[in-house]
């Protein structure tokens, strides 16, 4: 099969390199705009569960991947000037630049072309070339643009705003941090991925952002005011910019996922408020399902359909969890009246997906201090 990839992300080099350790006879080629050592963002973090997806695709990328892991159990919430500590949640976090040179190291050992520096501008022409085309060109897709009339996308913005950084200040474990200013409430998402470095992702509402003035303000002076919002958490360290900017979070949903030979992966498809942080582990969870379907002999049309029928539920099952997370964040005023301990089960719970069973197996005490403070009498 003569494979034509769009986007050297995650989706895409993932995708490409399974195709061609399968049957290495595939013709697989990734046409990547940006050199190989280039990325945006920071840090990227998984799941227990993933990673053992991650380690049955794929032993080699995945041992690469466990060396340069920062781990935790540990998610910490800070609100004002209290912590509450809550256990038993199993992540593992990496510079995306790592986990993409190690996927790009493994492609090229396997034999997949790799064309870096190569906009791929003509969608059409790439399409009529190949046997099959995968758009895994992220977010602003370009094959999703070209294809519209099929894919038929559905594209919404969340309504905080937020910017990702990073910092050399060690958060050990997930560290949820809610400062308040005149303005409005400021939260922070922050966790270590590397030896010496965290990501470190703000958001407030718009008003607080407009109250603040950030809109006219530098790149230097966004990271010296929210160092100093956030200079009790930040020790002293300074906020990292690598293009950092403020945005909103863009919804993606297609109502169709191939057209003709054509298929969108990962954020090209669908994305998930980063409050799950589930983006990185959906784009390469779908790789898997569609390269598995390939692997069991199926023609593109009918892997294409079966990747649709079977991937989508799990897609949408997240996609509500994340709605119900990004709500969660967008509503953050009105819960941080909360005592710490209440504010922070609130918190935990937001998804709808951990359930106060599952918070009791993991972490059996904080339950206990949660109950405690939600019926002080009893
Ligand atoms: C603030 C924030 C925090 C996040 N935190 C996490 C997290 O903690 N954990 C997590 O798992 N995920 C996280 N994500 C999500 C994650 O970044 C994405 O979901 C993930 O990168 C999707 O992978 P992808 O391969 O689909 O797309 P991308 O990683 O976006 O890759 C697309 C690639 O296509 C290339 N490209 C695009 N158009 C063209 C073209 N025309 N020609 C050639 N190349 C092209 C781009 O250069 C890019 O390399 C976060 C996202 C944000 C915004």
Redesign the pocket.
């Known amino acids: 099969m003569r494979v034509n990839v ?7 080099l993932y995708f490409a390199l399974l195709l061609k350790k399968h049957d290495p006879r595939h013709e697989v080629t990734v ?4 050199p190989p050592d280039a990325t945006f ?1 920071w ?4 799941s227990g569960r993933t990673l053992k997806a991650l380690r049955e695709a794929d032993e080699e990328s995945h041992h690469a991947l466990a060396e340069s892991f920062e781990t935790w159990e540990n998610v910490e919430v800070v609100l004002r000037d209290a912590r509450v500590t809550v256990r038993g949640n199993h992540f593992s976090g990496v510079a ?1 630049i790592r986990l993409l040179n190690i996927l790009q190291e493994r492609c090229a050992a396997l034999g997949v072309r790799l064309r870096f520096r ?4 003509d969608v059409g022409a790439l399409a009529a070339d190949c046997d099959l085309l995968v758009g ?7 094959v999703r643009q070209h294809y519209a009339e099929e894919f038929g996308p559905e594209l919404s913005e969340g309504r905080n705003k ?1 910017i ?1 950084y990073g910092t050399r200040q060690p958060f050990r474990g997930l560290t949820l941090t809610f400062r308040e200013t005149q303005a409005g409430v400021f939260a922070a998402h922050s966790y270590k991925f590397s030896r010496d470095t965290s ?1 470190f ?1 703000v958001e407030c509402d718009h008003a607080a952002w407009e109250r603040e003035g950030f809109a006219s303000m530098s790149d230097a002076e966004t990271r010296a005011r929210l160092g100093e919002v956030f200079r009790e958490d930040l020790g002293g360290h300074e906020l990292l910019s690598n293009n950092s900017r403020w945005i909103n979070f863009l919804l993606v949903r297609n109502r169709r996922w191939s057209a003709g030979n054509a298929v969108l ?4 498809l669908h ?1 998930a408020h ?1 409050s799950i ?7 390469m969870e779908d790789s898997i399902a569609l390269f598995r379907l390939f692997a069991e002999g199926r023609d593109v049309p009918s892997a294409l359909a079966e990747f649709e029928r079977t991937r989508r539920p799990v897609i949408e099952e997240y996609q509500q969890a994340a709605h119900e997370s990004r709500l969660w964040f967008e509503r953050a005023r009105d819960y941080t009246h909360l005592d710490p301990v209440r504010f922070a089960y609130s918190l935990m719970t937001r998804s709808k997906r951990v359930t106060d069973e599952s918070l009791r197996r993991r972490d059996p005490d904080f339950v206990a201090a949660y109950e405690k403070a939600a019926a002080p009498g009893r």
């Open positions: 769009i986007g050297g992300g995650p989706a895409g046409y990547e705009r940006n963002g840090g990227v973090v998984f995306r190569s906009e791929a501008a895994a060109d992220g977010v602003g897709s370009l937020y990702w990501t992702i992966l990962g954020d090209a994305t980063f942080g589930s983006g990185t582990k959906l784009a």
